[in-house]
T-cell receptor, first 115, second 109 residues
């Protein structure tokens, strides 16, 4: 693994089903994020984690949950998928220790279609 | 509310120069980022500005005016591979990134 990896790359999911999107990073970054990207809209933050063991809600958290049991993994769960959750999901990480200049590194994305 | 504005789409010619503007209204300011995103791929970091002025990095430069809530990304000597979306993002007072919708740049031969 080099950088940040998401799985699956794409998925078609029946409405009402539960789904977990996986995200793993090997850069030892303390902060991790989940975004969704929809056509014509900017990246919107779903949930974030500033350090292992803590999580926070972003701009659009409803219908999603996350956990951060360790530094490397940050899974995103859709408890009961709905068509409006059709989107491209990006996981990202950054080293936010000093709150100075830090860039976010992104996974390759998961294209999710809820039918 | 917080808002980042960028043009939706721009077209430029190979070898030319293009300037992509970004205006923002956010609760606090802790830096502005530009990212490049090719179709179907993840965003990748281009530049960071936290003080007023111009930051130059090869063919790409980024400018910031905090008093005007304004930034631009300048791309010189355009190449076909520069065809992509360019995302402007501002880190607010909570150190969260607020993203613009992106500017799709089309390069023509």
């Amino acid at each position: 693994i080099a950088g940040i990896t998401q799985a699956p790359t794409s998925q078609i999911l029946a409405a009402g089903r539960r789904m977990t999107l996986r995200c793993t990073q090997d850069m030892r970054h303390n902060a991790m994020y989940w975004y969704r990207q929809d056509l014509g809209l900017g990246l919107r933050l779903i949930h974030y984690s500033n350090t292992a063991g803590t999580t926070g809600k972003g701009e659009v958290p409803d219908g999603y949950s996350v956990s951060r049991a360790n530094t490397d993994d940050f899974p995103l769960t859709l408890a009961s998928a709905v068509p409006s959750q059709t989107s491209v999901y990006f996981c990202a990480s950054s080293d936010e220790g000093g709150k100075g200049y830090t860039e976010a590194f992104f996974g390759q994305g998961t294209r999710l279609t809820v039918v | 509310g917080q808002n980042i504005d960028q043009p939706t789409e721009m077209t430029a010619t190979e070898g030319a120069i293009v300037q992509i503007n970004c205006t923002y209204q956010t609760s606090g300011f802790n830096g502005l980022f530009w990212y490049q995103q090719h179709a179907g791929e993840a965003p990748t970091f281009l530049s960071y500005n936290v003080l007023d002025g111009l930051e130059e990095k090869g063919r790409f430069s980024s400018f910031l005016s905090r008093s005007k809530g304004y930034s631009y990304l300048l791309l010189k000597e355009l190449q076909m591979k520069d065809s992509a979306s360019y995302l402007c993002a501002v880190r607010d007072s909570n150190y969260q990134l607020i993203w613009g919708a992106g500017t799709k740049l089309i390069i023509k031969p």
